[in-house]
């Protein structure tokens, strides 16, 4: 076996040391703000991908937001109003508890008793 293979003892060593430098880049890119900002960019070009509409012949990037809005804000006032729903339930099962992993402890012990 020759040095540099990573079978070897110093191929080992070199990928500690490429995996370390790995988490110093991404720790430096995460320290900048760029896991956010890396998020929000691939979700802005999925959605431009997802709404680009021909409109006359030219192709309009952008203004899905608010279409957005406007074809799911009765889904999301659904899902909160369900949310608020269960949760209330389960504070008026379980009063004492502050999370819900706690609220769904406390009645499972409720009810093998």
Known sequence: ??????GSPEGC???IALMLIGFLV???FLAMGGAPMLLEAAFEAAFAGVMV????GDFELGGWKMRLLKNTW???LACIVVL????AWLQHLAPQTNTVSG???AIIQKSKQ
């Open 53 to 56: 509409r021909r409109l006359s």
């Open 13 to 15: 060593l070199l990928a």
């Open 74 to 76: 009765k889904q999301a």
């Open 1 to 6: 076996m020759g040095g540099g293979d990573f």
């Open 84 to 87: 608020a729903a269960v949760a």
């Open 103 to 105: 609220a769904v402890h």
């Open 26 to 28: 991404s720790g430096v």
